[in-house]
């Protein structure tokens, strides 16, 4: 199985900061999803193949990265940012996410 | 508009059996994959497994193959997730979601299986 390792785990940052969640893969993956997802809710997709925004998504989100390093950047972070973000490899079976990374309010 | 709607959790003994669906609406459930994928309490999300559009293949997560099994009744518009030998480590919520491509876009808002004495 491809392991996928996110870091950091926990991120203090304050409304208006620039943040970024990295994950790294054990080997090398194309497909790549970004979720985000608060308490009680099913997940909600940002961003797939690795840098592909999805509709209704704020611009202030933005994915990169290639190969087994992969970042997700959420620049000028708002109120409704704060919640927890997990990658997700679809590009070999059996699919996994990554551990997630909880993003809390400094 | 897409929806999607899980039932049939609930509390279930040590090596027990469940059955799950997933009720879909708003799309044309049989052109689409759906995948199932689940979250211990207070943990992260575990993918569970991928079924084709028309469900002649399908893959799973190492930690329940060979225990569980995925199908689909596309005249039904349902999704199923059949749960066998259960252990305290498969507690979750189990939710149900759209693939497009073999990402995802579409979630149901889960539903709750207790493995417990």
């Known amino acids: 199985d491809i392991q996928m390792t996110q870091s950091p785990s926990t991120l203090s940052a304050s409304v208006g900061d620039r943040v970024t969640i990295t994950c790294r893969a054990s080997q090398s993956i194309f497909w790549l999803a970004w979720y985000q997802q608060k308490p009680g809710k099913a997940p909600n997709l940002l961003i797939d193949k690795a840098s592909s925004l999805q509709s209704g998504v704020p611009s202030r989100f933005s994915g990169s990265g290639s190969g087994t390093e992969f970042t997700l950047t959420i620049t000028s972070l708002q109120p409704d940012d704060f919640a927890s973000y997990y990658c997700?490899?679809?590009?070999?079976?059996?699919?996994?996410f990554g551990q997630g990374t909880k993003l809390e309010m400094k | 508009q897409v929806h999607l709607v899980e039932s049939g959790g609930g509390v279930v003994q040590p090596g027990g059996s469940l059955r799950l669906s997933c009720a879909a609406s708003?799309?044309?459930?049989?052109?689409?994959?759906m995948h199932w994928v689940r979250q211990a309490p207070g943990k992260g999300l575990e993918w569970v497994g991928l079924i084709r559009h028309d469900g002649t293949n399908k893959y799973y997560g190492s930690s329940v193959k060979g225990r569980f099994t995925i199908s689909r009744d596309n005249s039904m518009n349902t999704l199923y997730l059949q749960m066998d030998s259960l252990g305290a480590e498969d507690t979750a919520v189990y939710y149900c979601?759209?693939?497009?491509?073999?990402?995802?876009?579409?979630w149901g808002q889960g539903t709750l299986v207790t493995v417990s004495s």
């Open positions: 997700h490899q679809y590009n070999s079976m059996p699919f996994t």
């Open positions: 708003g799309f044309t459930f049989s052109n689409f994959g």
């Open positions: 979601a759209r693939a497009r491509g073999d990402s995802t876009d579409y």
